[in-house]
C-alpha cells in the first residue's frame, strides 16, 4: 500500500547556502522527520494564492507548521508593540488552505502558530503578548530555545484519547488564544491557565496544539495525524 502524503506548509524567509543568500521556502526538518517517521510521505507546501483545490488534491492530511506571529488584521485587532514579524500572504494562503482542508474533512494538526491560524479561521481571537497578561515568560523563556512545561488535558476529549490527562511539552510562543473559534473546544491548558489545545469535534482528525511536538520524543500526535491520512487516503479511492 502507498503511503498517505501529508502536506507541511513551509515559511519563506531569506536564507543562505553556499555562497547563495535568496528567499527560500523552508521549514526546519524536524516536521519532515516526524511526518516520515510515522509512515506518511511529507510534502512541503509553499504559501501561494490560489491553487488550494489543487494542493489539497494532492494530499492525505495537512500538518501546520510553527512560525511568526499573524496579523492581526485576520482576526480584527490593532498590533501590539511586541507583534512583530507578521507574513501576511503566508497568513492568507494558510486560511485558505486550512478551510479547504476543513470543508473536506482532511485530517489537521496544527502546531503552534498553526493552532492560532485555526482558530483565527473559525472567528477566534489572539492574545498579543502572554507575558503582559501572566506576569511571566514561562512559554518562550530565551528566544531559540524551547521552554518546557507540563499540560493538562481534558478528560473525554480527542487530544485526550491520545496523550493521556497530563504531558510535557516544549513551546515557545509569546502569543496564546483569546477567544475561541466556533465549533472549536478547548482541550488543555498550561498550569496557569493558559489555553494549550482546541479541537473541533465535529471533525475527524481537527487538532491545533500551542506546543512543538516535532521537538520533543512523543510522536504519538504524528502516528495519529498519519493513521487518520491512511484512513482518508483509502476513502478517497474507494
Not at 511586541?82 to 485558505?96: I, K, Q
Request: hydrophobic residues 40%.
Amino acid at each position: 500500500m502507498s503511503r498517505p502524503v501529508v502536506g507541511i506548509t513551509t515559511y519563506v524567509e531569506p536564507a543562505q547556502w553556499g555562497h547563495w543568500q535568496l528567499d527560500a521556502a523552508l521549514i526546519p526538518y524536524m516536521y519532515v522527520q516526524a511526518i516520515e517517521r510515522a509512515g506518511a510521505m511529507p510534502l512541503l507546501v509553499p504559501p501561494v494564492d490560489g491553487a488550494v483545490e489543487e494542493t489539497l488534491d494532492a494530499l492525505d492530511g495537512l500538518l501546520l507548521s510553527g512560525g511568526a506571529d499573524l496579523d492581526p488584521e485576520t482576526y480584527g485587532a490593532d498590533a501590539h508593540p511586541e507583534t512583530n514579524g507578521t507574513r501576511p500572504a503566508r497568513d492568507r494562503a494558510e486560511l485558505a488552505l486550512l478551510e479547504g482542508a476543513l470543508a473536506r474533512d482532511m485530517p489537521v494538526l496544527a502546531v503552534c502558530r498553526g493552532s492560532q491560524v485555526l482558530n483565527v479561521a473559525r472567528g477566534g481571537d489572539l492574545v498579543q503578548h502572554l507575558p503582559e497578561v501572566l506576569g511571566h515568560e514561562a512559554h518562550r523563556e530565551v528566544k531559540g530555545v524551547f521552554s518546557e512545561h507540563p499540560v493538562r488535558i481534558e478528560d473525554g476529549s480527542h487530544l485526550g484519547s491520545l496523550l493521556g490527562e497530563r504531558t510535557p511539552v516544549k513551546s515557545h510562543h509569546h502569543q496564546g488564544f483569546g477567544k475561541v473559534g466556533d465549533g472549536l473546544r478547548e482541550v488543555a491548558w498550561a498550569d496557569d491557565g493558559t489555553i494549550e489545545a482546541v479541537e473541533d469535534p465535529g471533525k475527524r482528525f481537527a487538532l491545533g496544539v500551542l506546543w512543538h511536538p516535532e521537538a520533543g520524543a512523543d510522536a504519538r500526535l504524528f502516528d495519529a495525524l498519519v493513521a487518520e491520512a491512511r484512513a482518508y487516503r483509502a476513502e478517497r479511492r474507494a
